[in-house]
């Protein structure tokens, strides 16, 4: 069964990006692409998602709390700017993973399917 996905970032050019990246793995299934966390929030609720890539850098951080949605959805946090705030915020999250973005090419769809398997 494929992983889905839900990817929330705020830049058109990374979400371009990690959509032609996920859709070429068969292994894993986009269900949905946001730009800001409150609407990450109703997505996560509406769909399920198994894995969250989620941007730390979004404009109204860090509003996303995991913990206040029912669901076991897992995080893969993901920021340009790897440093004590962004990790702070991907802990604040609930994050499983953190990666930087320069990475992505190589490290993302091996952190979604790590992640995955954490799912009870």
Known sequence: M????????????????????????P????????????ET??????????????????????????NKLK???RIVAISFANDEEARRLAKLVGADLMLDKIFLGTELIPAIKRAAQTIA
């Not at 996905?5 to 371009?16: C, F, G, Q, R, Y």
């Not at 292994?27 to 409150?38: K, M, R, S």
């Not at 929030?41 to 995991?66: G, N």
């Open 2 to 25: 494929a992983v889905k996905v839900l990817v929330a970032d705020d830049s058109e050019v990374i979400l371009k990006g990690i959509r032609a990246l996920l859709l070429s793995d």
């Open 27 to 38: 292994d894993i299934q986009l269900v949905g692409e946001c730009a800001d966390y409150a």
């Open 41 to 66: 929030s109703r997505l996560v609720t509406a769909l399920q998602p198994d894995v969250v890539v989620l941007d730390m850098r979004m404009p109204d951080a860090p509003s996303f709390d995991l």
């Open 71 to 73: 669901c076991n959805s």
